[in-house]
Every structure is written in structure tokens, then in C-alpha cells.
């Protein structure tokens, strides 16, 4: 593979050594025979999780977080960038640490500062939303779904207040410019030009990917009894629509981190669902919602190319839509060579 700068990938490659890679982005390794340990994660038991091969230049980290690969996915890793949609950034990342001169990488250099800036403020809005879930929102959650404590803490699920005025943070309002909050896809520009939330009276779950928050949905509470009421809001994207929204804004699926170096996964229809899985320690994906969108399937395939098995899970109705549902992923999956189960779960009601 030819790069648009007349150097291959390879080239680039092999100007880099893994372990110092590693080293350079502040990971301690020690030699342990014919390899190189140490960890990702401070969580780390046993502080050798993460097993650095330097004849291979290959890595594998055993507790999950960083996955394996090759050394541009440990770039893109230790970037918080992704190896597949974020490739030309890791690429000219890896060329500069190989003195190396990209001269056209097609990199939207913008885009690729816009994108770290909404990271960075995504950190701050979520804890933010994370620190308003008031005792009430934490008893629905753990009645209705079974989420302790830990687990709500781990995946930073909050609340948005009713009269939520994110913008008016004073952790973001003096750190962020209007003009980013815009493009942050967290709030509606009305006609007036005002910033208008797109979450209040709302259980906020961010999305992880590679350890970044970079998306995220809000659940209304009220719709259990009032089915009028639009369950699920999700963040905005660059669209038509909402123009003003930026495309660096990703609209993931859930769970794309819990999968990463696993053989089989499993797909749920709903978020907590995806929640309840996760704190099992399981591998799980979901659209959070009954059938992924034709715009979804792509990114379907892609994350689970490569795995033994994908397991399906959705809600068993009488309508059977959740069935319908499961049945249309199965064959998404299997024309593209993945293999399928559905896992038809008890009726409901």
C-alpha cells in the first residue's frame, strides 16, 4: 500500500520500533524472555498485562483496554484515534516518528483539532451531566435495570436537568468558544441563534471509543408512562439538518471498546441491556435500537469482521419486531461472512 507522499506503509513501519513506541508514550516495559511486559491501565492486577513482541513488532493486552496489533494500531491507540476511520491522522503520526515526509496525506488538519477539542469537552460536559444525577435517578436506574453504583460510575451515566444550560457551565463557558459548543452536536441552534440543549429532563450515557468519549443518547424516564413522549434523543450529527454540527462528530455504535481482541460478540437491542453485559465482563454491541439503520451496517461488519461469533439479543414481543429486528442483523452478518446466532429471549408480558 503506497501512501500519497511515494512511501509505503510498510517503509514507515519499518523505521519503528514497538517497545519504544510504547516507552515513548510513557508505558514501562520490562524484558521478560523473548518479550516485553508492562501494562495499559493502571487498574492493571498483575502490571504485565500488556505483552510486547519486538521480533514480530506486535502487542496483545491482555486486560482488554488497548486490544493488539501491529505498531500503528498502538499509535492510534495511545492517540485515542481510530485504526480504521482516523488512518491517515495515525499514518502521519507514524511517518513523523519515523522522519518521515508525508507530502499529501489527505489529512483535514481542522477536523482532526476540532475533533480533539470536542473530546476534551465532552470529558467536561458528561462528568458534569455524571455529577447532577440526584438520588432519584440513581434508584431508577438501579430498579429498573439492575446498574449498581460502580457500574454507573464506570460508564459515567447522568442527568440532564430539566432546565439544563450546559453552555453556562463555568468549567465550559471559560474554556470553550461558542463556535465549538455549536459544533458539538450537544445543543439545537434556534432561530435566534441561541444555544439551546438537546438533553434536559434526560439519563445521558456517553459513548466510549478508544477510550474517548465520543457520542452519546438520552433516555427520558417519563416515557415509561407517557408513550407520547420521544424515548430516545440522540446527539446531533452533521447533517442537512444541523449543518452548523461538525463532521468530526462520530455517531458510533455502543460498546465499540468492550470488543476489541475477542472472538465472539454479543448484540443488544437496548443500551442498558448493553450495560447489564458490560459489567458481566461480556463483549457487547448495540444500535439502541430494534434494527440497525442501512448507514449503521457498514460499521456493523467492519467491527465484527474478524470474530468467530456474534450473538443477537433483542426483545421478545408479540409484535415481533424485536425478532424481525434480530432476524435482518443475522443476515447483514452472514452475507458478509460473520457467523450468527439470534438467542430468542422469553416472551414479554
Known amino acids: 500500500m503506497s501512501t500519497n507522499g511515494g512511501v509505503t506503509v510498510q517503509e514507515i513501519k519499518d523505521k519503528l520500533d514497538i517497545v519504544q513506541v510504547f516507552k515513548k508514550y510513557g508505558h514501562s516495559l520490562k524484558k521478560e524472555g523473548s518479550e516485553y511486559k508492562g501494562s495499559i491501565s493502571a487498574t492493571s492486577k498483575s502490571g504485565k498485562s500488556l505483552h510486547v513482541n519486538p521480533d514480530k513488532q506486535v502487542y496483545n493486552d491482555f486486560a482488554g ?8 494500531d498502538a499509535i492510534a491507540y495511545c492517540e485515542g484515534l481510530d485504526i480504521r476511520s482516523d488512518f491517515p491522522q495515525v499514518l502521519k503520526i507514524a511517518a513523523d516518528m519515523a522522519g518521515i515526509e508525508l507530502h499529501d496525506s489527505g489529512i483535514d488538519y481542522d477536523i482532526v483539532a476540532e475533533k480533539r477539542e470536542l473530546q476534551r469537552l465532552y470529558k467536561i460536559a458528561f462528568k458534569y451531566y455524571h455529577g447532577c444525577l440526584p438520588e432519584k435517578g440513581l434508584e431508577y436506574i ?5 446498574i449498581p453504583d460502580k457500574t454507573i460510575d464506570e460508564q459515567l451515566i447522568g442527568w440532564a436537568p430539566d432546565n439544563s444550560h450546559l453552555s453556562q457551565v463555568p468549567e465550559i463557558k471559560d474554556n470553550f468558544p461558542e463556535e465549538l459548543l455549536i459544533k458539538s452536536g450537544l445543543f439545537y441552534c434556534n432561530g435566534d441563534g441561541k444555544l439551546v440543549d438537546i438533553y434536559r429532563g434526560r439519563i445521558v450515557f456517553p459513548y466510549c471509543k478508544n477510550g474517548e468519549i465520543v457520542y452519546s443518547i438520552g433516555r427520558d424516564p417519563k416515557w415509561d408512562e407517557d408513550r407520547s413522549r420521544k424515548k430516545f434523543i440522540k446527539q446531533l450529527v452533521h447533517s442537512e439538518k444541523h449543518p452548523y454540527v461538525s463532521r468530526a462528530v ?35 454491541l448495540s444500535p439502541v435500537t430494534v434494527r440497525f439503520k442501512e448507514s449503521d451496517i457498514e460499521q456493523l461488519v467492519s467491527s465484527c469482521r474478524g470474530k468467530k461469533l456474534v450473538k443477537i439479543i433483542n426483545d421478545n414481543e408479540t409484535s415481533e419486531s424485536g425478532l424481525k429486528g434480530a432476524i435482518d442483523t443475522a443476515k447483514a452478518l452472514e452475507s458478509a461472512g460473520i457467523r450468527a446466532e439470534i438467542i430468542i429471549l422469553p416472551l414479554e408480558g
Open 142 to 146: 438501579r430498579g429498573k435495570w439492575g
Open 65 to 72: 483496554h488497548a486490544g493488539g496489533g501491529d505498531v500503528l
Open 250 to 284: 462520530e455517531n458510533v455504535l455502543f460498546g465499540l471498546d468492550s470488543i476489541k481482541g475477542k472472538d465472539m460478540v454479543y448484540i443488544t437491542e437496548g443500551i442498558a441491556d448493553a450495560i447489564v453485559l458490560l459489567q458481566a465482563g461480556l463483549p457487547v
